[in-house]
Nanobody, 123 residues
Framework: QVQLVESGGGLVLAGGSLRLSCAASGRTFSTYHMGWFRQAPGKEREFVAS????????NYADSVKGRFTISRDNAKNTVYLQMNSLKPEDTAIYYC????????????????WGQGTQVTVSS
Protein backbone atom coordinates (compact mmCIF):
# COMPACT_ATOMS: atom_id res chain seq x y z
CA GLN A 1 0.00 0.00 0.00
CA VAL A 2 1.12 3.54 -0.76
CA GLN A 3 0.05 6.71 1.03
CA LEU A 4 0.54 10.00 -0.78
CA VAL A 5 0.72 13.55 0.58
CA GLU A 6 0.92 16.56 -1.75
CA SER A 7 2.37 19.95 -0.84
CA GLY A 8 3.57 23.13 -2.51
CA GLY A 9 0.33 24.59 -3.75
CA GLY A 10 -0.59 28.22 -3.30
CA LEU A 11 -1.52 31.50 -4.93
CA VAL A 12 0.67 32.79 -7.75
CA LEU A 13 0.43 35.47 -10.41
CA ALA A 14 0.06 34.50 -14.05
CA GLY A 15 3.48 33.81 -15.53
CA GLY A 16 4.85 32.64 -12.21
CA SER A 17 6.07 29.24 -11.07
CA LEU A 18 5.32 26.67 -8.40
CA ARG A 19 6.80 23.29 -7.55
CA LEU A 20 4.49 20.65 -6.18
CA SER A 21 5.78 17.72 -4.20
CA CYS A 22 4.18 14.39 -3.44
CA ALA A 23 5.69 12.39 -0.60
CA ALA A 24 4.96 8.68 -0.52
CA SER A 25 5.10 6.23 2.33
CA GLY A 26 5.93 2.57 1.90
CA ARG A 27 8.87 0.67 0.51
CA THR A 28 7.14 -0.08 -2.79
CA PHE A 29 7.05 3.50 -4.11
CA SER A 30 9.76 2.82 -6.66
CA THR A 31 7.67 0.08 -8.26
CA TYR A 32 4.80 2.43 -9.15
CA HIS A 33 4.35 4.73 -12.09
CA MET A 34 3.29 8.14 -10.83
CA GLY A 35 0.89 10.69 -12.22
CA TRP A 36 -0.35 14.20 -11.56
CA PHE A 37 -3.97 15.13 -12.18
CA ARG A 38 -5.98 18.27 -11.58
CA GLN A 39 -9.60 19.12 -11.03
CA ALA A 40 -11.13 22.56 -11.41
CA PRO A 41 -14.54 23.43 -9.91
CA GLY A 42 -17.35 21.89 -11.92
CA LYS A 43 -14.98 19.94 -14.15
CA GLU A 44 -13.81 16.36 -14.33
CA ARG A 45 -10.43 15.31 -13.04
CA GLU A 46 -7.93 15.55 -15.88
CA PHE A 47 -4.52 14.10 -16.57
CA VAL A 48 -1.54 16.45 -16.31
CA ALA A 49 1.64 14.36 -16.40
CA SER A 50 3.08 10.96 -15.60
CA UNK A 51 6.48 9.40 -15.02
CA UNK A 52 7.54 5.77 -15.15
CA UNK A 53 8.75 3.92 -12.07
CA UNK A 54 12.38 4.47 -13.07
CA UNK A 55 11.93 8.13 -13.89
CA UNK A 56 13.34 7.70 -17.37
CA UNK A 57 10.15 8.34 -19.34
CA UNK A 58 7.49 11.01 -19.00
CA ASN A 59 4.18 11.93 -20.61
CA TYR A 60 2.29 15.24 -20.59
CA ALA A 61 -1.10 16.63 -21.47
CA ASP A 62 -0.92 18.95 -24.45
CA SER A 63 -2.14 21.85 -22.31
CA VAL A 64 0.96 21.75 -20.09
CA LYS A 65 3.61 20.46 -22.47
CA GLY A 66 6.64 22.74 -22.46
CA ARG A 67 5.57 24.46 -19.23
CA PHE A 68 5.38 21.65 -16.65
CA THR A 69 8.02 19.06 -15.77
CA ILE A 70 7.42 15.88 -13.79
CA SER A 71 10.28 14.13 -12.02
CA ARG A 72 10.84 11.73 -9.16
CA ASP A 73 13.45 10.85 -6.59
CA ASN A 74 13.03 7.24 -5.52
CA ALA A 75 15.60 7.62 -2.76
CA LYS A 76 13.34 10.25 -1.19
CA ASN A 77 10.05 8.57 -2.11
CA THR A 78 8.95 11.81 -3.74
CA VAL A 79 7.54 12.91 -7.08
CA TYR A 80 7.60 16.53 -8.22
CA LEU A 81 5.72 18.75 -10.63
CA GLN A 82 7.56 21.90 -11.65
CA MET A 83 5.05 24.35 -13.11
CA ASN A 84 6.31 27.36 -15.05
CA SER A 85 4.54 30.07 -17.05
CA LEU A 86 1.37 29.45 -15.10
CA LYS A 87 -1.94 30.58 -16.52
CA PRO A 88 -5.28 31.30 -14.83
CA GLU A 89 -6.68 28.17 -16.50
CA ASP A 90 -4.16 26.09 -14.51
CA THR A 91 -6.14 26.90 -11.36
CA ALA A 92 -7.31 23.62 -9.82
CA ILE A 93 -6.73 21.13 -7.05
CA TYR A 94 -3.72 19.04 -8.02
CA TYR A 95 -3.52 15.37 -7.08
CA CYS A 96 -0.74 12.85 -7.32
CA UNK A 97 -1.50 9.21 -7.92
CA UNK A 98 0.31 5.87 -8.06
CA UNK A 99 -0.46 3.02 -10.41
CA UNK A 100 0.91 0.02 -12.28
CA UNK A 101 -0.16 0.98 -15.83
CA UNK A 102 2.55 2.80 -17.75
CA UNK A 103 1.58 6.18 -19.26
CA UNK A 104 -1.96 5.87 -17.93
CA UNK A 105 -4.05 8.99 -18.44
CA UNK A 106 -7.34 7.77 -16.99
CA UNK A 107 -7.86 8.28 -13.24
CA UNK A 108 -9.42 4.82 -12.94
CA UNK A 109 -6.07 3.23 -13.81
CA UNK A 110 -4.39 4.61 -10.69
CA UNK A 111 -4.67 2.75 -7.39
CA UNK A 112 -3.62 5.32 -4.80
CA TRP A 113 -4.36 9.03 -4.47
CA GLY A 114 -3.28 11.92 -2.32
CA GLN A 115 -5.66 14.44 -0.78
CA GLY A 116 -4.75 17.20 -3.22
CA THR A 117 -3.21 20.65 -3.03
CA GLN A 118 -4.83 23.86 -4.27
CA VAL A 119 -3.15 25.91 -6.99
CA THR A 120 -4.62 29.31 -7.78
CA VAL A 121 -3.27 31.46 -10.60
CA SER A 122 -4.47 35.05 -10.68
CA SER A 123 -4.38 37.25 -13.76
Amino acid sequence: QVQLVESGGGLVLAGGSLRLSCAASGRTFSTYHMGWFRQAPGKEREFVASVTWSGTSTNYADSVKGRFTISRDNAKNTVYLQMNSLKPEDTAIYYCAAGKVVFATRPSLYSYWGQGTQVTVSS
